[in-house]
């Protein structure tokens, strides 16, 4: 089964500041989603990013960019020029892309990190 | 607008009484899920529904029932036998990855039940 490990519960930044999120994942399959969620007070669960697997170049979404590193299975998170709006909790998720499989269309989530702006 | 529609936003309950939390989406999606969130320990997967009138256990369904009767409508029975039903619950939707699109993989999220056990 495949497992995401958020091992920061809790960061902080200054306003317009970079800070990196940080999640590893177990699996032992070779193609598969990544993605990273924002859950702000709202609780209301927001897409900030994906990555495809099979994909080498890492995905940007404006001040929001991951740094994949399949081998290493490892999948951060960096924002760059931080906003008071950016306080929430971020979650790392997994999805399998092998259809048919015992794993497929679930998502895994991990623990997730609350992130903290300062002005 | 299209979405995802979680009813009610708050539920209490008493013990030893069933509950069930009403998910409906209008995006046209085959796959639905429930998923449960704690404090400390993430979003964790009760159910989940790839088609109609199918569903599969997720990592924590003992305590909880689910139909899938409609495309559109994937309701979850919090049953007494669920022994700390207290937390708040999501409910998400998304395309078949399979099918491919811009769309592939990505879950689509309502806004949550809270169900709180008096």
């Known amino acids: 089964a495949q497992t995401v490990t958020q091992s920061q519960p809790e960061m902080s930044v200054q306003e317009a500041e970079t800070v990196t999120l940080s999640c590893t994942y177990d699996t032992s399959e070779s193609d598969y989603y990544l993605f990273w969620y924002k859950q702000p007070p709202s609780r209301q669960m927001i897409l900030v990013i994906r990555?495809?697997?099979?994909?080498?170049q890492n995905a940007t979404e404006n001040r929001f960019s991951v740094n994949f590193q399949k081998a290493a299975k490892s999948f951060s998170l960096k924002i760059s020029d931080s906003q008071l709006g950016d306080a929430a909790m971020y979650f790392c998720a997994y999805r399998s892309a092998y259809a048919g499989g015992t794993s497929y269309g679930k998502l895994t989530f991990g623990q997730g990190t609350i992130l903290t702006v300062h002005p | 607008d299209g979405g995802i529609t979680q009813s009610p936003k708050y539920l209490f309950r008493k013990e030893g009484q069933n509950v069930t939390l009403s998910c409906e989406q209008n995006?046209?999606?085959?796959?639905m899920y429930w998923y449960r969130q704690d404090p400390g320990q993430g979003l964790r997967l009760i159910y989940y529904?790839?088609?109609?009138?199918?569903?599969q256990k997720g990592d924590i369904a003992e305590g909880y029932s689910v139909s899938r009767e409609k495309k559109e409508s994937f309701p979850l029975t919090v049953t007494s036998a669920q022994k700390n039903p207290t937390a708040f619950y999501l409910c998400?939707?998304?395309?078949?990855?399979?099918?491919?699109?811009?769309?592939?993989?990505?879950?689509?999220f309502g806004e949550g039940s809270r169900l709180t056990v008096l």
């Open positions: 990555q495809e697997a099979y994909k080498q």
């Open positions: 995006l046209n999606h085959d796959a």
């Open positions: 529904s790839q088609i109609v009138n199918d569903f």
């Open positions: 998400a939707s998304s395309i078949d990855p399979a099918l491919g699109g811009l769309n592939t993989g990505e879950l689509f």
